[in-house]
């Protein structure tokens, strides 16, 4: 701009200026005016139409591709074109010029000219910076989310890294012949928690298969995983995992698949590494899967440990079976042959398999090459079941373990250890099958049984570990583990846990137990008559005894409904209740309790069911809570799996009265009269840190019965 045209804007600018009107408040106002229209329209546009809003962030979600609002659609754009380290060119350098490239333009362009045609160069590359947002917002847009790559995720290892790492580090050394199952799901060395509450049972065994062969847990995600998205390591039966080795693409399950050579992508360490993690060298697991279908529970067994590791090992023709011929007819041979050489052709053999083979042969159906050599096999007899060559089929460790396991159980270890301990030293009070009974050390108490199928499901063997070793004095129960001055060494407390859980396959006690009755002593003649037999137990206690295990412990519900709502207590009347109970629920599992309690104690029941429901007991509660009888039992059960004399966590040990109200790393937990500071009132009502007990908060009622005794100066009563 020369002189003469700086003068002559000058001039207009100036009688511009005198014609103009005032920049406040006219022009002040006019803004204001425009910006409340502006903001009423914002504001409408978000009250009636509103802001999209997607899902809520997902994770896992590996197809989600996100992307920034409309007006970063170019930038986004526009980092495609820098990849990797280039990135920094695309999302700073160019903006950051282009930002100093506006800042400068004033004093680049010092033209007075400002139409867009007396500007070409500053018109054109405005119009080109516009046309290129634009295209790259378009692209942007309109482009397709990237494919998805596969994150291969080793999910034993994760497994692994969150529950076990902390402790254990990198990896664990196992004894060979450890029922590695086990000490996971019942925790059965110091400090470490019951797996088998949170972990399911496929969990566990993909747990073991990682600790046993971390490297077969890599190949399974190297080679398997692809296909296999869910773990396979459940089927566990390594006769059926070696045909996989060995037919290869000829295996039923990946015929027409791409499957590779085995022995030619894996070394033979290789193919035991994937093994040992598929079917984990577990004896008992092991046994189970191959050998109890002929031999049951265990082998009668009378050589030595290299004796039977020969047999297990080279297998062979080791059973014989009874000639057939002149005990079952022509007729009845020819449908029995037909039936083993192929099952599915001959619908009759079934029947005679089940009844004359099915005990010694299980569901396993025997092969033979034609009728005519099946019809010679069974009508003659003889040696003829050949045990597999497991030497050939099971890794060494695999035949470590099974070898271990059998000869034990042959020599009378695990189960039959236990039994043996159980029936000198439970069987008096439980009875010889768990049944259950009267309580010996308490008049008038009833035994519940511990071997229905009920009982063995809700308690790991963890919890029944505990109560065997620790015993359970209010009931008259004393202890068993020699840590609590018991008889019972670490190894005789797991052969009883053993055989206790050997029930639960069958258990040995179906029905619902019997409940006595206090009969007093007979009326002598002409005196008054006598009253009716007083119930021996009180609702409560009948509720624990036979509604418990399926309506909760506080009637919140479990296998059946929640009976302390107030749907269910506005539902049924007195009498309902009471015939429910008596005659049971044909529909459900619920049995008939007429034919076991009086009505008395049916009657009891419902007067206990109104009270769970929130109604006043009949009778008057003590306003003191009991020590011994409350609050004692509910730290056994909730808190003494690692608040005990082994495991004090936390320096508390929950065992006795004296512990419990004197032990703790910080102090007592307990201070008797004092809620507000006493640790174990915060960490249950979870007030300060966090809740205990991990495994679930306590209900609202267990929580109140021990802040209330807290509360009445933490008495020994």
Not at 32 to 57: D, K, Q, T
Not at 120 to 132: E, N, W
Not at 519 to 529: F, V
């Amino acid at each position: 701009m020369n002189d003469r045209e700086k003068k002559s804007y000058l001039q207009r600018y100036k009688e511009a200026k005198e014609k103009g009107v005032p920049f406040f408040p006219d022009i002040i106002f006019k803004d204001v005016v425009v910006s409340l229209v502006v903001f009423l329209i914002l504001v409408a546009l978000a009250y009636f139409i509103g802001a999209p809003v997607e899902a809520r962030a997902n994770p896992n979600d590996t197809s989600y591709t996100p992307r920034p609002e409309w007006y970063f659609l170019f930038l986004f754009q526009l980092l495609k074109y820098f990849p990797g380290n280039l990135e920094v060119i695309g999302a700073m350098i160019l903006p950051g010029l282009f930002i100093l490239l506006l800042l400068a333009l004033p004093f680049i362009d010092r033209s007075a000219k400002r139409h867009f045609r007396n500007r070409p160069f500053a018109s054109l590359t405005a119009l080109a910076v516009v046309a290129g947002i634009g295209v790259l917002t378009i692209l942007a847009a309109t482009a397709a989310p990237p494919p998805q790559e596969k994150v291969v995720v080793d999910q034993a290892a994760a497994l692994y890294a969150a529950n076990c790492a902390n402790c254990h580090g990198p990896s664990i050394d196992i004894p060979p012949g450890t029922d590695l199952h086990k000490v996971i799901a019942s925790g059965t060395h110091e400090g470490m928690p019951a797996w088998g509450g949170d972990l399911s049972t496929d969990e566990i065994d993909q747990l073991a298969g990682f600790i046993l062969s971390p490297n077969g847990s890599a190949l399974y995600v190297q080679y398997c995983e692809t296909c296999h998205t869910q773990m396979v390591q459940a089927i566990g039966n390594p006769l059926e995992l070696q045909r996989v080795f060995t037919e290869g693409a000829n295996y039923p399950s990946h015929e027409g698949l791409d499957i590779p050579d085995w022995s030619q992508v894996l070394t033979s360490d290789g193919q035991n590494a994937l093994l040992n993690f598929l079917a984990a060298p577990d004896g008992q697991r092991l046994f189970a899967i191959n050998c109890a279908g002929c031999h049951g529970q265990g082998v009668a067994f009378s050589g030595t440990e290299e004796e039977l590791r020969t047999l297990i090992s080279q297998g062979g023709q080791h059973l014989s079976m009874p000639a057939w011929k002149g005990t079952l007819s022509e007729a009845d041979l020819n449908t029995l042959a037909a039936y083993v050489v192929d099952p599915k052709s001959e619908s009759g053999g079934a029947a005679l398999f089940g009844q004359h083979c099915a005990a010694c042969h299980g569901d396993k159906v025997p092969s033979a090459p034609d009728k005519e050599s099946a019809v010679k096999i069974i009508s003659s007899g003889g040696p003829h079941i050949t045990m597999p060559v497991w030497g050939n089929i099971l890794t060494p460790e695999q035949l470590d373990a099974l070898v271990k396991y059998t000869y034990e159980t042959s020599q009378g270890g695990g189960t039959g250890i236990g039994a043996n301990l159980f029936a000198q030293n439970c069987s008096a009070c439980h009875g010889q099958f768990g049944e259950g009974g009267p309580n010996p050390a308490r008049a008038g108490d009833i035994i519940p049984p511990i071997s229905t199928a009920e009982f063995l499901k809700t308690r790991d063997d963890a919890t029944l570990r505990n109560i065997i070793s620790q015993g359970q004095p209010s009931l008259g129960m004393p202890s068993f583990g020699d840590a609590n001055g018991g008889p019972f060494s670490d190894e005789q407390l797991d052969a009883v846990v053993e055989y206790l859980r050997s029930w639960e396959a069958n258990p040995p006690v179906e029905e619902p137990p019997t409940f006595a009755t206090e009969t007093p002593p007979p009326t002598p003649e002409g005196s008054a008559p006598t009253p009716e037999p007083i119930p021996s137990l009180t609702g409560g206690q009948l509720y624990a005894i036979a509604c418990a295990s399926c309506h909760g412990a506080k009637g919140e519900g479990g296998v059946g409904p929640a009976l302390n709502t107030q749907d269910f207590q506005d539902k049924y009347d007195d009498q309902a209740l009471f015939d429910t109970i008596s005659n049971g629920h044909t529909a459900t599992p619920m049995v008939a309790w007429g034919e076991n309690l009086s009505a008395e104690q049916i009657q009891l029941l419902v007067q206990y069911l109104r009270v769970l429901g929130g109604a006043t007991p009949a009778a008057p509660v003590a306003s003191s809570v009991s020590f011994s009888g409350q609050v004692a039992p509910l730290l056994q059960t909730r808190c003494q799996v690692c608040h005990n004399q082994k495991t004090s966590f936390g320096g508390w040990d929950s065992t006795s009265y004296q512990a419990v109200t004197s032990t703790g790393k910080n102090g007592p937990v307990v201070i008797a009269g004092d809620i507000t500071n006493s640790i174990l009132a915060q960490r249950i009502t979870g007030t300060q840190g966090a809740v205990m007990p991990p495994t679930g908060k306590l209900s609202d009622a267990e929580i109140q019965i021990i802040l209330d005794w807290i509360a009445a100066g933490a008495p020994e009563n």
